[in-house]
């Protein structure tokens, strides 16, 4: 007998708590992301995003009739599937409708907030890895699962501003001392501040860093933190 495939859906109370679902329990089942640029747990489907969260298609069957009509873009190309995970400084544009938005964290959940036409033609991506490639060239990759190899100098966590849908680099954003954070992870996911201070620890403790937002001073994981520029407001 043949070894039945991989469903298309999950259950859906096992969503991380990034997917801005309201009430859990209300329905069992969840489009399941397919793999792509992000992690199963840290994406939305885009079908859910439609239905769920945007409200503007009723269920699937309106949201692939969306999709096929070729009126959806994802960071400036088209998709066709509502199973397309949808993460992070992902731009989702709607020409029909104008509207563009970017996945931002607020209130610790993955969240559509609209942009203008001109915040829609960029987006910003984290180094998340490096290595070095023969010729003095260097492989850059991202936290939406891209790769750049370029000469420039740029180190890991730095936020690289690309233009879409050419993805042609605009500028670096240097995660140092002074620079705006977006927090991502933790108590205090979707909080905004500006980084203070980095601050080494020894052993297996993770690096952490020191804070100042609107609340006040505090502490975070060096890992929870998203260097952006000054089109976030504060």
Not at 89 to 106: A, L, N, T
Not at 202 to 213: D, E, F, P, Q, W
Request: charged share 25%.
């Amino acid at each position: 007998m043949a070894k039945k495939g991989g469903s298309n859906h999950f259950v859906r109370i096992t969503a991380t708590s990034l997917v801005p679902i309201q009430d859990k329990k209300a329905h069992k089942w969840m489009i399941k992301p397919m793999p792509g640029p992000h992690p199963k747990f840290e994406s939305i489907p885009l079908g859910v995003l439609f239905r769920d969260i945007l409200k503007i298609t009723l269920d699937s069957r309106e949201s692939k009739a969306a999709l096929t009509s070729g009126g959806i873009l994802v960071d400036g190309k088209k998709v066709h599937d509502i199973r397309r995970p949808i993460g992070l400084m992902d731009i989702i544009s709607i020409p029909p409708q104008g509207k563009h938005y970017r996945i931002e964290v607020r209130n610790g959940k993955l969240m559509p907030t609209e942009v203008q036409q001109g915040e829609a033609g960029r987006k910003l991506c984290q180094i998340r890895g490096r290595n070095t490639l023969v010729g003095g060239r260097t492989n850059f990759s991202f936290h939406d699962g891209r790769n750049l190899i370029s000469k420039e100098k740029m180190a890991v966590r730095d936020t690289v501003v690309f233009e879409l849908p050419s993805m042609k680099v605009m500028k670096v954003i240097t995660f140092a001392p002074g620079v705006k954070c977006m927090v991502t992870h933790g108590k205090h996911a979707g909080e905004l501040a500006k980084l203070e201070e980095i601050v080494s620890t020894k052993g297996s403790l993770a690096t952490v860093a020191r804070l100042k937002g609107a609340a006040g001073e505090f502490t975070t994981s060096i890992g929870y933190l998203f260097a952006v520029d000054d089109s976030f407001n504060w």
